[in-house]
């Protein structure tokens, strides 16, 4: 089956839709009430994809107190923050696949640092770590893109 959009646009709609969700905590959302009817999502939506990556950034328990500063100030080292945090995560968690750790971190770090009130945080910054980084976007696009992926069987 052919994709509608590449990967990197998909990961965009997602980071978008994530970023939505987090600056607009306090609406109340009808359209997770219209998704959420126990039915598996046909096809891409971008607002159940975010909601799930949402959950995965939840399980991230790293205390982002200490780390954080210079990435408040140079968001353009957020890939490579994340990706130093997610190694050490993975080594205390040896369970966790690294595509799952790096997903969960990256997207907890910038739920820090737009709780921080950053200014110069955007989608662009998390949009681009996840699409630079070769091995989580080969693992996710290996085990069905986006829409496949967030399915807990590929996360344990």
């Known amino acids: 089956k052919a994709a509608m959009r590449t990967f990197e646009e998909q990961t965009a709609c997602v980071v978008e839709a994530l ?4 600056l607009n905590e306090d609406d109340v959302d009808f359209r997770c009430l219209q998704t959420d009817s126990g039915e ?5 939506d971008p607002v159940i994809i975010a909601s799930r990556l949402r959950q995965i950034g939840d399980q991230c328990n790293m205390d982002f107190e200490r780390v954080s500063s210079q990435v ?38 910038m739920m820090y640092i737009l709780k921080k009130g950053a200014a110069n945080v955007n989608p662009g ?19 069905g893109g986006w829409v496949s992926i967030l399915e807990s069987k590929y996360w344990g």
């Open 40 to 44: 598996p999502p046909s096809g891409f």
């Open 19 to 22: 970023f939505d969700d987090l």
């Open 72 to 109: 408040l100030h140079e968001m353009e080292k957020f890939g490579t923050a994340v990706d130093s945090l997610c190694k050490r995560w993975s080594d205390q968690n040896p369970e966790l696949v690294y595509e799952r750790a790096f997903l969960s971190v990256s997207v907890k770090l």
């Open 125 to 143: 910054h998390l949009i681009k770590a996840i699409n630079e980084n070769a091995q989580v976007k080969n693992y996710i696009e290996t085990h």
